[in-house]
């Protein structure tokens, strides 16, 4: 079973540039997370969806943060514009239903400079 | 909001010894608990979980339990090899919720 896929591994950027993530989540997984894993830290929650709603943006920063999952399977992360303390790995989970268990991508190393 | 602690930063254990990691939570209302493993460059990798109405869980060389009277969670990795160094992170959380993660116990695994 192919596991979560996330593109482009590696971004470098400037502050105030924009960048985008993307993320294809294990075949059948309905329930799809964005985490921002700051170095040293554990992930925290970006946002949640389910199919192609959103259950869960509480902790997304709106003003520059952009998520979206059209058709229920893949999703994309937007940031513009990007700040230096955006410098993070952005991590893509799944988990199928009825299960908790999220499994996740090997992220997107994002430095701003 | 609520989050996962862990108790030690980092644990360095010899080869073939047995490795304890600690995690003290604080949202009474989790029902979910889970370990992960992320190595270097990768993203966390599950190894176990538990729900709240179980005290223990075994898997292959690990263990977890679950105390709920001291909101305490632990991972007990038996006969430690070096590929089990890595950062082990618990998380807690409720069906269908996102999960709260602790800052992360660093395993070194000496041969």
């Known amino acids: 079973e192919a596991g979560v896929a996330q593109s482009p591994r590696y971004k470098i950027i400037e502050k105030r540039q924009s960048v985008a993530f993307w993320c294809n989540p294990i075949?059948?997984?309905?329930?799809l997370y964005w985490y921002q894993q700051i170095l040293g830290q554990g992930p925290k929650l970006l946002i949640q969806?389910?199919?192609?709603?959103?259950?869960?943006d509480s902790q997304l920063p709106k003003d520059r943060f952009s998520a979206e999952r059209l058709k229920g399977v893949d999703s994309t992360l937007k940031i513009q514009p990007a700040k230096l303390e955006d410098s993070a790995v952005y991590l893509c989970?799944?988990?199928?239903?009825?299960?908790?268990?999220?499994?996740f991508g090997p992220g997107t190393r994002l430095t701003v400079l | 909001g609520e989050s996962v602690g862990l108790h030690l930063p980092t644990l360095s254990v010899q080869e073939g010894d047995n490795s304890i990691i600690n995690c003290a939570y604080s949202?009474?209302?989790?029902?979910?608990f889970i370990w992960y493993k992320q190595e270097s460059g990768k993203g966390p990798q599950f190894i176990i979980d538990?729900?709240?109405?179980?005290d223990k869980r075994q898997g292959q060389r690990v263990t977890v339990l679950l105390n709920k009277t001291v909101k305490h969670l632990s991972l007990q990795i038996a006969a430690t090899q070096p590929g089990d160094s890595a950062v082990y992170f618990c998380a807690e959380g409720q069906a269908g919720t996102a999960l709260i993660f602790g800052k992360g116990t660093t395993l070194s695994v000496s041969s």
């Open positions: 989970a799944s988990s199928p239903p009825p299960t908790d268990t999220q499994y």
């Open positions: 949202n009474s209302a989790s029902d979910y």
């Open positions: 075949s059948g997984h309905a329930t």
């Open positions: 538990i729900r709240s109405n179980m």
């Open positions: 969806f389910q199919n192609n709603g959103v259950v869960d």
